[in-house]
C-alpha cells in the first residue's frame, strides 16, 4: 500500500509525514515527527500511554488513523513546556510524587491538562474518574491524584497572580496535610 | 527525624522524573538509529513439540527480509542463574511453552517482519504436555528438560528441618493448617520490552534495552554470541517498569544480537502486550501447606511449611524461588523449630520468574492466615498475639538470618493504633472487616548469583572545574529511585543540593559493575557504594581547604555548598575554592566507592539462600467492605506501616509503599494469569485486570525508621517488602467480615456469594459467630 | 508493537457519499467511526476488510436534538450534555461508567449500539487464536463456547447504551442505498453473534429517537462488572417504568451482556403490569428476569454466577425505579438487612 502524506498539526507545527492508511496515529506522532513522548502500552485503548490532545480533548492515539487526524490541532507532552518553566502540571507530577517508572506519565499529564482546563478545581474524585482511562502500574495513583490536585491549585494561584512555586521540594506539612484529609476510597 | 542530615529525609522529587514529566526520557521502543531493521519473532502455538524441520527458503524470497536466525544459529544455553542455564536465544531440538521463540526475521519494516514470520515452515512432532504441578513429582515420558532426575520434572527440591517440629506439634495447645492455592500473577508493566541491537562498525556489539540486570544480560550475550564481555556493550534504556519482569537475560535480547551480528545492521524488537505475557516471568502458582503449633499463651513454637511451584517451561530464578517459598517463613517472628519442603516443577506453560516479593508473598499469605486461625482458636488478638511472638533486634532466626535492626513492634503498634483496631476489630457490622497481616524482607541478596569476590557495587565519582558531581553506576533505575538514591547519598555527603550531582547509570563500558535491580538491594548496595565514593571526595576536599586555610582537614563540615570549619565557624571555604585547590596539578578529582556483605549464615546445604545484610519489617491493617448480595469485595482503607530503617526520601518511599498495595491489592482481589490446556486465555489488560484508580483504597502509609547500623544512613529496602502483608491482610480482613477464608487468591466473587448464599440459608444467618470479641 | 492490517481508508463528506462508497466496495468494507472497537479487532485480525470507510467526517451525522440522538455524536459529547442528561437522567450513570473516560472521548452512541459481540475466544491475537484454537466467529469450524454449534455463535453482546435506549422506546433510523428507515431499536437487535441485528452492511446509523414521553419514564441501568472502568459489562440490566400512584403502569425490561443481543423481556414486563412495587412483587420480577437470561461462558465470570447476579441487577433496577435512596446495595449492606432470596 503506498503511503500518502499527510499534514498533522502539532504543538503548533506543521509536519508532513508520509503514512500509509493504516497507520496510526501514535505511530505517525513517534515515527513520523519524532515526538516519541507519546508512548504505546497496550495498544488497544486500554491503559492510556498514548494520550494526546486533539482540540483539546484526550483522545488515544494508538486506536486513531494518522489520515483521519489531518485538520485537527493535536498536543503532545513535548509542547506542553514553556520557554522558560515546565507546565504546572508536569511540574506536580515530579514534585509530587506522581511519576515513577515514567511510562504511563506523558498519558496521564496530557489527560490532566484537559481536565483542569475544563475544571480548575476538580476534587479528588473527580480527577479519579478523569484518569480512570490510564493505567499506572507504579504509584496506586495517590501521588497521581496528589499531583493533578497540586497542579490545579498552583494554576488558579498563577491565575490569581501568585508566584507558583519553583521546581523543588514542597514544604513536608503542606503534602502530609492534604495526604491526610484525602478521601480515596470509592 | 532528620538529625543532622541535610538531604536525607527530605521529600525529593526523582532525579529522573524531569526527562519523565516531559517525555524527555528514552525507552526502548525510543531508540533510533539510522538504517534500523524491524524485528519479529515467530513463536510456537504448541506447548511441547520437537522441531523436525525448519524451513525459512519462502520467507527470504520475501522482498524486504534482510535475514533470519533460527536455534542453529546459536547453540548455547543461558539462564539467570548460573546453576539453571536452561535457555536458548532460538528453541534448538524443541519447544516448551506456547510462545517459545523458533525463528526471528529482520526485515525493513514491521509488515514485511511480519510477512515474514508467518513464511516460515516448521515440522513439529507433538510431545506429551505437562501442564499440571501435581503430575511433575512423578516420572513422565518425556520430562521438558533432559536434565531433570529421576525422570521427572521436578526442577529443584529444597528440604530443611531445625529442630523437632514433630514434637512442637505434640506439644501445641492448638495447631492450624491450611492448604492453599496461588495463580499466576504478572508484573503487568506499562512498557513492552523493546530492545534494539547496533553491531558496531569495530565489530563491537551493542544492546540497547530496558533492563532490571545489565550486568546478567551482558553475562549472557557473551555466552550465547561467544564474544567476549568486552566486545559488548549493554545500554540499559529508561525502563518503563519491571517489578522482576526485566530481570532475566531474555530470549529475544540473543535474538537481536543474533540478526544485528548476521546482516550488520541495527535491529529493533518490540513486543506487543501478548508477547509480554508470554515471555511473564510472573509471580509462581502453586500451593503452599502451612501448619503451625502455638502454645496456649499464643507463643509459636514451629512451622511446618510445604510448597510446590510450577515454574513454566524454563529455570529463570527458580531455583532461588523454591527456596523463598519456605525459607521467609520464619521472620518476623520467632520460630523455635522449623520445617520446609519445596519443590519446583516444569511444566508447559510461559516460564515464571521474580515478581516483587520473590518468593515470599503466597507462602506469607499462608503463615498470616494459619497465625489468624490460631488467634482465633486462641480467643487472642491477631495483633497482640504477633507482638508476643516477634524476633528481637539484632538477633538471629532458626535458620541463621542475621537479623540487625528490627521496627516490627512499631510497625504493628502503629498500624493498631492509627486503624482504631480496637475498637474495630470485632465490632464491624456483618460484611465488614478487618485483618492484619506482617511481612519482612530482604534488603539485598548477601550471596550473590555468581560467586565471586567482586564486590556487588561499585559507584565512581567525578569531579571537574565545573563543580558538578558525576557519579557512574551499573544499578539499574527502574522507576524505583536508585539514582535518586546516589544523588541523595552524594549530595549529602559533599553538601550540596541535588543538581550538582549527575548519575550516568546506563552505558555497561563506563560504569562499575553493579548487579542491578532485584532483590530489594538497590538502596542498601549502591547506596553504601556511593556514600563510601563521596566520602573519598569529601577528604580530598578536606585536604584542599586544609591547604587553604591551615585549618586541619578532619575538622571541617559540609553544608550548603560550603566547607566549615566545626571548631570555629568562622573558616569558611567554599566548594568550589577547596575544588579549585584539589583540581590544581591533580586534575579531576575521582573515587571510587564499593559495596560487599560481610560473611554470614549457617553451614547447613541451602544457608545461602535468604541471607541478607539487613532486612526490612513491615504490617499491614486493612478493611473490607463484602458487597451481600454480589460478593464483591473491595478495600476501602488500608494501614501499611513499613521499617525502611530510615527513610532517605519519604516521598519515594510512600511512592514505594503506595505501589506495593496496589499491586498485593491487585493479586489478592483480581488478577490472574488464567490458562486453558496451557495457553495464556487473558493476555491483554482488558482481561488481565490490575487495580484502578476506583478501586484504589485510602492508603495510610507509616514510616518506620529503625536506623540500620550498616544501612547508607540506616537505610533499608522498601520496594518489595510492603507487598507482603497486603494480601494476608486482605484474607484476614475477609474472613472478619463474613466468616470466609479464602483458600485461593484472587478472592473470587463467585466464591464468595456461594459462602454468603449458604449462610444466608443457614439458621444463623448473616450474623458473625466467629471473631466476636477478637480477645 | 502492533499494527493494523492494510486497508484502504475512504473518507465521505456525508451519508451519501458513504454509502455510495459503501455500494462501490462489494460487501467487502467495514464502517468506521471511534475506532475504539473495531481498531482494536483489526489489531488483532479479526474479521478485517479491504476497504474502511471512515464516517467521522460526516456532519450530518452529529448533534443532538431534544431526544434526537446523532449517531456519530461520541459518548463523551453526551456525557457533557446537561440538557440531554437532565431530560433523560439515566444516562448519566450508564455514560460514566462506560469504558473508561478515554474511549468515550472517540467512541460514538452508533458505535456502541453497534460493538461487536465479544467471547474469550474470540477476542484473542491471531496468534492466541491459534493456539487456542478458532472459534466459528473468526476462521473457524465450531463456537468454542457451545461445543458442535456450527452455525451458531454465542458470543456476548456487550453495548451499554442500546438497552438503555431500548427501555426508554427509543427508535433507530438507517440510512442505506434504498433510503432511509427507522425502527424499534428493540426490533433491531437479532441473531446470533454473528447476525446481531437487521441492519444492512451498507446501512448506516444516522440517529436513535428518544420519544419525549420517555421523559416521564423513571428507569435504571444496573451494570455488574469487576472493576469501576474499562471493563465490559459482565451482565447487566436495563429498566424503566410508569408509575400509576403505586401501581406499574408500564413496565419495560432489558437483560444485558447475557446473550448475544440484548434481551428484550417483553412478555416479563407486561406480565407485572398492574403490580406494585413492593419487595414481593420485586422479587417476582427478579425470578422472572433470572428464568429468562441464559448466560454461556463467553465472558470472565461463570454463567451460573452470572444468572445469579441477574437477578441482583434487576432489583438494584427495581428498587432505584421505586425511589429507594441506596437501591444499589453499597459494599457492606447494613446489618440485620437480609436480600430477599433469589429464586
Same mark, same amino acid.
Given at each position: 500500500?503506498?503511503?500518502?502524506?499527510?499534514?498533522?498539526?502539532?504543538?503548533?507545527?506543521?509536519?508532513?509525514?508520509?503514512?500509509?492508511?493504516?497507520?496510526?496515529?501514535?505511530?505517525?506522532?513517534?515515527?513520523?515527527?519524532?515526538?516519541?513522548?507519546?508512548?504505546?502500552?497496550?495498544?488497544?485503548?486500554?491503559?492510556?500511554?498514548?494520550?494526546?490532545?486533539?482540540?483539546?480533548?484526550?483522545?488515544?492515539?494508538?486506536?486513531?488513523?494518522?489520515?483521519?487526524?489531518?485538520?485537527?490541532?493535536i498536543e503532545t507532552i513535548e509542547g506542553l513546556s514553556g520557554a522558560e518553566r515546565l507546565h504546572p502540571v508536569q511540574e506536580a507530577f515530579a514534585t509530587c510524587g506522581g511519576s515513577q517508572c515514567g511510562?504511563?506519565?506523558?498519558?496521564?499529564?496530557?489527560?490532566?491538562?484537559?481536565?483542569?482546563?475544563?475544571?480548575?478545581?476538580?476534587?479528588?474524585?473527580?480527577?479519579?474518574?478523569?484518569?480512570?482511562?490510564?493505567?499506572?502500574?507504579?504509584?496506586?495513583?495517590?501521588?497521581?491524584?496528589?499531583?493533578?490536585?497540586?497542579?490545579?491549585?498552583?494554576?488558579?494561584?498563577?491565575?490569581?497572580?501568585?508566584?507558583?512555586?519553583?521546581?523543588?521540594?514542597?514544604?513536608?506539612?503542606?503534602?502530609?496535610?492534604?495526604?491526610?484529609?484525602?478521601?480515596?476510597?470509592? | 527525624?532528620?538529625?543532622?542530615?541535610?538531604?536525607?529525609?527530605?521529600?525529593?522529587?526523582?532525579?529522573?522524573?524531569?526527562?519523565?514529566?516531559?517525555?524527555?526520557?528514552?525507552?526502548?521502543?525510543?531508540?533510533?538509529?539510522?538504517?534500523?531493521?524491524?524485528?519479529?519473532?515467530?513463536?510456537?502455538?504448541?506447548?511441547?513439540?520437537?522441531?523436525?524441520?525448519?524451513?525459512?527458503?519462502?520467507?527470504?524470497?520475501?522482498?524486504?527480509?534482510?535475514?533470519?536466525?533460527?536455534?542453529?544459529?546459536?547453540?548455547?544455553?543461558?539462564?539467570?542463574?548460573?546453576?539453571?542455564?536452561?535457555?536458548?536465544?532460538?528453541?534448538?531440538?524443541?519447544?516448551?511453552?506456547?510462545?517459545?521463540?523458533?525463528?526471528?526475521?529482520?526485515?525493513?519494516?514491521?509488515?514485511?517482519?511480519?510477512?515474514?514470520?508467518?513464511?516460515?515452515?516448521?515440522?513439529?512432532?507433538?510431545?506429551?504436555?505437562?501442564?499440571?504441578?501435581?503430575?511433575?513429582?512423578?516420572?513422565?515420558?518425556?520430562?521438558?528438560?533432559?536434565?531433570?532426575?529421576?525422570?521427572?520434572?521436578?526442577?529443584?527440591?529444597?528440604?530443611?528441618?531445625?529442630?523437632?517440629?514433630?514434637?512442637?506439634?505434640?506439644?501445641?495447645?492448638?495447631?492450624?493448617?491450611?492448604?492453599?492455592?496461588?495463580?499466576?500473577?504478572?508484573?503487568?508493566?506499562?512498557?513492552?520490552?523493546?530492545?534494539?541491537?547496533?553491531?558496531?562498525?569495530?565489530?563491537?556489539?551493542?544492546?540497547?534495552?530496558?533492563?532490571?540486570?545489565?550486568?546478567?544480560?551482558?553475562?549472557?550475550?557473551?555466552?550465547?554470541?561467544?564474544?567476549?564481555?568486552?566486545?559488548?556493550?549493554?545500554?540499559?534504556?529508561?525502563?518503563?517498569?519491571?517489578?522482576?519482569?526485566?530481570?532475566?537475560?531474555?530470549?529475544?535480547?540473543?535474538?537481536?544480537?543474533?540478526?544485528?551480528?548476521?546482516?550488520?545492521?541495527?535491529?529493533?524488537?518490540?513486543?506487543?502486550?501478548?508477547?509480554?505475557?508470554?515471555?511473564?516471568?510472573?509471580?509462581?502458582?502453586?500451593?503452599?501447606?502451612?501448619?503451625?503449633?502455638?502454645?496456649?499463651?499464643?507463643?509459636?513454637?514451629?512451622?511446618?511449611?510445604?510448597?510446590?511451584?510450577?515454574?513454566?517451561?524454563?529455570?529463570?530464578?527458580?531455583?532461588?524461588?523454591?527456596?523463598?517459598?519456605?525459607?521467609?517463613?520464619?521472620?518476623?517472628?520467632?520460630?523455635?523449630?522449623?520445617?520446609?519442603?519445596?519443590?519446583?516443577?516444569?511444566?508447559?506453560?510461559?516460564?515464571?520468574?521474580?515478581?516483587?516479593?520473590?518468593?515470599?508473598?503466597?507462602?506469607?499469605?499462608?503463615?498470616?492466615?494459619?497465625?489468624?486461625?490460631?488467634?482465633?482458636?486462641?480467643?487472642?488478638?491477631?495483633?497482640?498475639?504477633?507482638?508476643?511472638?516477634?524476633?528481637?533486634?539484632?538477633?538471629?532466626?532458626?535458620?541463621?538470618?542475621?537479623?540487625?535492626?528490627?521496627?516490627?513492634?512499631?510497625?504493628?503498634?502503629?498500624?493498631?493504633?492509627?486503624?482504631?483496631?480496637?475498637?474495630?476489630?470485632?465490632?464491624?457490622?456483618?460484611?465488614?472487616?478487618?485483618?492484619?497481616?506482617?511481612?519482612?524482607?530482604?534488603?539485598?541478596?548477601?550471596?550473590?548469583?555468581?560467586?565471586?569476590?567482586?564486590?556487588?557495587?561499585?559507584?565512581?565519582?567525578?569531579?571537574?572545574?565545573?563543580?558538578?558531581?558525576?557519579?557512574?553506576?551499573?544499578?539499574?533505575?527502574?522507576?524505583?529511585?536508585?539514582?535518586?538514591?546516589?544523588?541523595?547519598?552524594?549530595?549529602?555527603?559533599?553538601?550540596?543540593?541535588?543538581?550538582?550531582?549527575?548519575?550516568?547509570?546506563?552505558?555497561?563500558?563506563?560504569?562499575?559493575?553493579?548487579?542491578?535491580?532485584?532483590?530489594?538491594?538497590?538502596?542498601?548496595?549502591?547506596?553504601?557504594?556511593?556514600?563510601?565514593?563521596?566520602?573519598?571526595?569529601?577528604?580530598?576536599?578536606?585536604?584542599?581547604?586544609?591547604?587553604?586555610?591551615?585549618?586541619?582537614?578532619?575538622?571541617?563540615?559540609?553544608?550548603?555548598?560550603?566547607?566549615?570549619?566545626?571548631?570555629?565557624?568562622?573558616?569558611?571555604?567554599?566548594?568550589?575554592?577547596?575544588?579549585?585547590?584539589?583540581?590544581?596539578?591533580?586534575?579531576?578529582?575521582?573515587?571510587?566507592?564499593?559495596?560487599?556483605?560481610?560473611?554470614?549464615?549457617?553451614?547447613?546445604?541451602?544457608?545461602?539462600?535468604?541471607?541478607?545484610?539487613?532486612?526490612?519489617?513491615?504490617?499491614?491493617?486493612?478493611?473490607?467492605?463484602?458487597?451481600?448480595?454480589?460478593?464483591?469485595?473491595?478495600?476501602?482503607?488500608?494501614?501499611?506501616?513499613?521499617?525502611?530503617?530510615?527513610?532517605?526520601?519519604?516521598?519515594?518511599?510512600?511512592?514505594?509503599?503506595?505501589?506495593? %498495595?496496589?499491586?498485593?491489592?491487585?493479586? @489478592?482481589?483480581? #488478577?490472574? $494469569? *488464567?490458562? &486453558?490446556?496451557?495457553?495464556? +486465555?487473558?493476555?491483554?489488560?482488558?482481561?488481565?485486570?490490575?487495580?484502578?484508580?476506583?478501586?484504589?483504597?485510602?492508603?495510610?502509609?507509616?514510616?518506620?525508621?529503625?536506623?540500620?547500623?550498616?544501612?547508607?544512613?540506616?537505610?533499608?529496602?522498601?520496594?518489595?517488602?510492603?507487598?507482603?502483608?497486603?494480601?494476608?491482610?486482605?484474607?484476614?480482613?475477609?474472613?472478619?467480615?463474613?466468616?470466609?477464608?479464602?483458600?485461593?487468591?484472587? %478472592?473470587?466473587?463467585?466464591?464468595?456469594? @456461594?459462602?454468603? #448464599?449458604? $449462610? *444466608?440459608? &443457614?439458621?444463623?444467618?448473616? +450474623?458473625?459467630?466467629?471473631?466476636?470479641?477478637?480477645? | 508493537?502492533?499494527?493494523?492490517?492494510?486497508?484502504?481508508?475512504?473518507?465521505?463528506?456525508?451519508?451519501?457519499?458513504?454509502?455510495?462508497?459503501?455500494?462501490?466496495?462489494?460487501?467487502?468494507f467495514d464502517y468506521l467511526a471511534g475506532g475504539t472497537d473495531l481498531l482494536c479487532n483489526y489489531k488483532w485480525g479479526i474479521n478485517t476488510e479491504p476497504t474502511v470507510i471512515s464516517l467521522r467526517h460526516?456532519?450530518?451525522?452529529?448533534?443532538?436534538?431534544?431526544?434526537?440522538?446523532?449517531?456519530?455524536?461520541?459518548?463523551?459529547?453526551?456525557?457533557?450534555?446537561?440538557?440531554?442528561?437532565?431530560?433523560?437522567?439515566?444516562?448519566?450513570?450508564?455514560?460514566?461508567?462506560?469504558?473508561?473516560?478515554?474511549?468515550?472521548?472517540?467512541?460514538?452512541?452508533?458505535?456502541?449500539?453497534?460493538?461487536?459481540?465479544?467471547?474469550?475466544?474470540?477476542?484473542?491475537?491471531?496468534?492466541?487464536?491459534?493456539?487456542?484454537?478458532?472459534?466459528?466467529?473468526?476462521?473457524?469450524?465450531?463456537?468454542?463456547?457451545?461445543?458442535?454449534?456450527?452455525?451458531?455463535?454465542?458470543?456476548?453482546?456487550?453495548?451499554?447504551?442500546?438497552?438503555?435506549?431500548?427501555?426508554?422506546?427509543?427508535?433507530?433510523?438507517?440510512?442505506?442505498?434504498?433510503?432511509?428507515?427507522?425502527?424499534?431499536?428493540?426490533?433491531?437487535?437479532?441473531?446470533?453473534?454473528?447476525?446481531?441485528?437487521?441492519?444492512?452492511?451498507?446501512?448506516?446509523?444516522?440517529?436513535?429517537?428518544?420519544?419525549?414521553?420517555?421523559?416521564?419514564?423513571?428507569?435504571?441501568?444496573?451494570?455488574?462488572?469487576?472493576?469501576?472502568?474499562?471493563?465490559?459489562?459482565?451482565?447487566?440490566?436495563?429498566?424503566?417504568?410508569?408509575?400509576?400512584?403505586?401501581?406499574?403502569?408500564?413496565?419495560?425490561?432489558?437483560?444485558?451482556?447475557?446473550?448475544?443481543?440484548?434481551?428484550?423481556?417483553?412478555?416479563?414486563?407486561?406480565?407485572?403490569?398492574?403490580?406494585?412495587?413492593?419487595?414481593?412483587?420485586?422479587?417476582?420480577?427478579?425470578?422472572?428476569?433470572?428464568?429468562?437470561?441464559?448466560?454461556?461462558?463467553?465472558?470472565?465470570?461463570?454463567?451460573?454466577?452470572?444468572?445469579?447476579?441477574?437477578?441482583?441487577?434487576?432489583?438494584?433496577?427495581?428498587?432505584?425505579?421505586?425511589?429507594?435512596?441506596?437501591?444499589?446495595?453499597?459494599?457492606?449492606?447494613?446489618?440485620?438487612?437480609?436480600?430477599?432470596?433469589?429464586?
Open positions: 500500500m503506498p503511503k500518502t502524506l499527510v499534514t498533522l498539526h502539532v504543538n503548533g507545527a506543521t509536519y508532513e509525514v508520509a503514512v500509509k492508511p493504516q497507520d496510526t496515529l501514535a505511530l505517525a506522532l513517534r515515527d513520523g515527527c519524532g515526538l516519541t513522548g507519546t508512548k504505546i502500552g497496550c495498544d488497544m485503548g486500554t491503559c492510556g500511554c498514548c494520550t494526546v490532545l486533539v482540540e483539546g480533548r484526550p483522545v488515544l492515539s494508538c486506536l486513531t488513523l494518522a489520515l483521519e487526524a489531518e485538520d485537527w490541532q511510562y504511563c506519565t506523558p498519558g496521564f499529564v496530557m489527560t490532566s491538562v484537559a481536565l483542569l482546563r475544563d475544571n480548575a478545581a476538580p476534587s479528588r474524585d473527580e480527577i479519579k474518574a478523569a484518569i480512570a482511562g490510564n493505567l499506572c502500574r507504579c504509584t496506586g495513583y495517590a501521588k497521581i491524584v496528589d499531583a493533578v490536585e497540586k497542579a490545579g491549585s498552583d494554576m488558579r494561584s498563577a491565575d490569581a497572580g501568585a508566584t507558583p512555586p519553583t521546581t523543588g521540594e514542597k514544604d513536608d506539612a503542606g503534602i502530609q496535610g492534604r495526604r491526610q484529609t484525602a478521601a480515596a476510597g470509592r | 527525624m532528620t538529625q543532622g542530615f541535610k538531604v536525607v529525609g527530605r521529600r525529593l522529587p526523582l532525579v529522573d522524573s524531569w526527562k519523565k514529566v516531559t517525555g524527555a526520557a528514552v525507552y526502548g521502543d525510543d531508540v533510533r538509529f539510522p538504517n534500523t531493521l524491524i524485528c519479529r519473532l515467530l513463536r510456537s502455538t504448541l506447548p511441547h513439540a520437537r522441531i523436525l524441520r525448519i524451513d525459512t527458503s519462502a520467507a527470504e524470497a520475501i522482498p524486504g527480509v534482510r535475514a533470519i536466525v533460527t536455534g542453529a544459529d546459536a547453540s548455547a544455553r543461558f539462564g539467570v542463574l548460573p546453576i539453571s542455564q536452561d535457555e536458548e536465544a532460538l528453541a534448538i531440538e524443541k519447544v516448551r511453552y506456547v510462545g517459545d521463540i523458533v525463528a526471528a526475521v529482520a526485515a525493513d519494516d514491521e509488515e514485511t517482519a511480519r510477512q515474514g514470520v508467518a513464511a516460515i515452515e516448521v515440522v513439529y512432532e507433538r510431545l506429551p504436555d505437562y501442564f499440571d504441578i501435581d503430575e511433575g513429582l512423578d516420572p513422565v515420558e518425556e520430562p521438558i528438560h533432559a536434565w531433570t532426575r529421576d525422570g521427572s520434572n521436578c526442577q529443584k527440591r529444597v528440604d530443611q528441618h531445625f529442630g523437632d517440629v514433630d514434637a512442637a506439634l505434640d506439644a501445641g495447645k492448638v495447631k492450624p493448617q491450611g492448604h492453599f492455592s496461588f495463580i499466576g500473577v504478572g508484573h503487568a508493566f506499562t512498557e513492552p520490552h523493546s530492545v534494539t541491537a547496533v553491531p558496531e562498525p569495530d565489530g563491537r556489539m551493542t544492546l540497547y534495552t530496558p533492563t532490571q540486570v545489565p550486568h546478567y544480560v551482558h553475562r549472557a550475550l557473551a555466552k550465547v554470541l561467544e564474544m567476549p564481555m568486552h566486545r559488548i556493550k549493554v545500554f540499559r534504556t529508561a525502563v518503563g517498569g519491571g517489578f522482576g519482569g526485566k530481570s532475566d537475560p531474555f530470549p529475544h535480547e540473543m535474538a537481536v544480537c543474533l540478526l544485528a551480528r548476521k546482516i550488520q545492521r541495527p535491529i529493533r524488537l518490540t513486543f506487543d502486550r501478548e508477547e509480554i505475557f508470554l515471555t511473564n516471568r510472573g509471580r509462581h502458582p502453586g500451593i503452599v501447606d502451612v501448619q503451625i503449633p502455638v502454645s496456649e499463651d499464643g507463643k509459636i513454637l514451629a512451622m511446618d511449611v510445604n510448597a510446590v511451584i510450577d515454574g513454566g517451561a524454563f529455570g529463570s530464578f527458580g531455583v532461588v524461588t523454591t527456596y523463598y517459598n519456605g525459607i521467609f517463613s520464619q521472620g518476623p517472628y520467632k520460630v523455635p523449630e522449623f520445617r520446609y519442603s519445596g519443590r519446583r516443577v516444569y511444566t508447559n506453560k510461559a516460564p515464571c520468574g521474580a515478581m516483587r516479593g520473590h518468593g515470599a508473598v503466597n507462602a506469607r499469605y499462608a503463615i498470616e492466615s494459619v497465625l489468624d486461625m490460631a488467634a482465633e482458636e486462641l480467643n487472642l488478638d491477631p495483633i497482640e498475639m504477633r507482638l508476643d511472638n516477634v524476633l528481637e533486634p539484632y538477633s538471629k532466626t532458626t535458620n541463621e538470618f542475621r537479623i540487625t535492626s528490627n521496627g516490627i513492634v512499631e510497625c504493628l503498634e502503629r498500624c493498631r493504633d492509627e486503624s482504631e483496631w480496637p475498637s474495630k476489630k470485632g465490632n464491624l457490622p456483618f460484611g465488614k472487616g478487618i485483618g492484619v497481616g506482617c511481612g519482612f524482607f530482604i534488603s539485598g541478596s548477601a550471596l550473590p548469583i555468581h560467586q565471586t569476590r567482586t564486590p556487588q557495587s561499585t559507584v565512581h565519582l567525578q569531579i571537574d572545574v565545573d563543580g558538578g558531581v558525576t557519579a557512574h553506576s551499573m544499578g539499574a533505575e527502574i522507576g524505583q529511585g536508585s539514582d535518586t538514591v546516589i544523588a541523595i547519598a552524594v549530595a549529602e555527603v559533599l553538601g550540596l543540593t541535588m543538581d550538582f550531582i549527575r548519575v550516568r547509570s546506563d552505558d555497561s563500558d563506563t560504569a562499575p559493575l553493579d548487579l542491578g535491580a532485584y532483590s530489594s538491594r538497590g538502596c542498601f548496595m549502591i547506596g553504601n557504594a556511593a556514600r563510601e565514593a563521596a566520602l573519598v571526595i569529601r577528604k580530598k576536599l578536606s585536604r584542599a581547604a586544609e591547604r587553604l586555610s591551615g585549618h586541619p582537614a578532619d575538622d571541617f563540615d559540609f553544608e550548603d555548598a560550603k566547607l566549615i570549619a566545626l571548631s570555629d565557624p568562622s573558616i569558611v571555604i567554599s566548594y568550589f575554592e577547596a575544588l579549585t585547590e584539589a583540581l590544581a596539578d591533580n586534575g579531576a578529582l575521582i573515587a571510587k566507592g564499593w559495596y560487599q556483605s560481610p560473611r554470614m549464615g549457617g553451614s547447613f546445604k541451602g544457608a545461602g539462600a535468604g541471607l541478607a545484610p539487613a532486612y526490612s519489617f513491615n504490617a499491614s491493617v486493612a478493611e473490607v467492605d463484602v458487597d451481600l448480595e454480589t460478593g464483591l469485595v473491595t478495600c476501602p482503607r488500608i494501614w501499611l506501616a513499613h521499617d525502611c530503617g530510615r527513610a532517605l526520601n519519604p516521598l519515594a518511599v510512600e511512592g514505594q509503599i503506595e505501589g506495593c %498495595i496496589h499491586m498485593g491489592l491487585g493479586q @489478592a482481589l483480581m #488478577e490472574e $494469569m *488464567r490458562y &486453558s490446556k496451557g495457553r495464556i +486465555s487473558n493476555p491483554h489488560l482488558l482481561d488481565y485486570k490490575i487495580l484502578g484508580p476506583f478501586e484504589t483504597p485510602e492508603m495510610h502509609v507509616l514510616i518506620v525508621e529503625s536506623e540500620d547500623k550498616e544501612g547508607p544512613f540506616g537505610a533499608k529496602e522498601s520496594g518489595e517488602g510492603p507487598l507482603l502483608p497486603v494480601l494476608p491482610a486482605i484474607g484476614n480482613a475477609l474472613y472478619n467480615a463474613i466468616g470466609y477464608r479464602a483458600y485461593d487468591l484472587p %478472592i473470587r466473587p463467585e466464591k464468595v456469594f @456461594a459462602h454468603l #448464599e449458604k $449462610m *444466608r440459608k &443457614s439458621e444463623t444467618g448473616f +450474623s458473625k459467630t466467629w471473631e466476636t470479641n477478637g480477645r | 508493537m502492533m499494527i493494523l492490517p492494510e486497508f484502504e481508508l475512504l473518507r465521505p463528506r456525508s451519508v451519501d457519499e458513504a454509502i455510495a462508497a459503501a455500494r462501490g466496495a462489494s460487501g467487502r460526516i456532519a450530518d451525522l452529529r448533534g443532538r436534538d431534544g431526544g434526537r440522538v446523532g449517531g456519530g455524536v461520541t459518548l463523551g459529547e453526551l456525557e457533557r450534555d446537561a440538557d440531554f442528561l437532565h431530560d433523560y437522567p439515566v444516562f448519566e450513570r450508564t455514560l460514566d461508567r462506560l469504558a473508561s473516560p478515554l474511549i468515550r472521548q472517540t467512541g460514538t452512541v452508533a458505535g456502541n449500539l453497534l460493538v461487536d459481540t465479544r467471547c474469550i475466544w474470540l477476542n484473542q491475537s491471531e496468534f492466541a487464536r491459534q493456539a487456542l484454537g478458532n472459534c466459528l466467529k473468526a476462521d473457524g469450524p465450531e463456537c468454542r463456547v457451545v461445543k458442535g454449534s456450527t452455525d451458531y455463535c454465542y458470543a456476548n453482546y456487550s453495548g451499554d447504551m442500546a438497552p438503555v435506549f431500548m427501555v426508554l422506546g427509543a427508535t433507530i433510523t438507517l440510512a442505506g442505498p434504498d433510503g432511509q428507515r427507522t425502527m424499534p431499536l428493540r426490533e433491531f437487535f437479532v441473531g446470533d453473534g454473528i447476525e446481531r441485528f437487521v441492519k444492512k452492511k451498507e446501512e448506516i446509523v444516522v440517529s436513535i429517537d428518544i420519544p419525549s414521553d420517555a421523559k416521564t419514564l423513571r428507569a435504571s441501568y444496573q451494570k455488574f462488572r469487576v472493576r469501576e472502568a474499562w471493563d465490559f459489562p459482565e451482565l447487566a440490566v436495563a429498566a424503566a417504568a410508569r408509575m400509576d400512584g403505586d401501581r406499574i403502569a408500564e413496565l419495560f425490561l432489558v437483560a444485558n451482556a447475557v446473550s448475544t443481543i440484548p434481551l428484550w423481556l417483553d412478555d416479563v414486563a407486561q406480565k407485572h403490569v398492574g403490580a406494585t412495587l413492593d419487595d414481593a412483587s420485586i422479587e417476582e420480577i427478579v425470578a422472572d428476569v433470572m428464568k429468562a437470561s441464559k448466560p454461556v461462558r463467553a465472558t470472565l465470570l461463570p454463567p451460573t454466577y452470572r444468572k445469579q447476579m441477574v437477578g441482583v441487577m434487576t432489583r438494584r433496577a427495581l428498587r432505584e425505579i421505586r425511589g429507594d435512596a441506596d437501591a444499589g446495595a453499597q459494599p457492606g449492606t447494613q446489618p440485620g438487612t437480609q436480600p430477599g432470596a433469589a429464586a
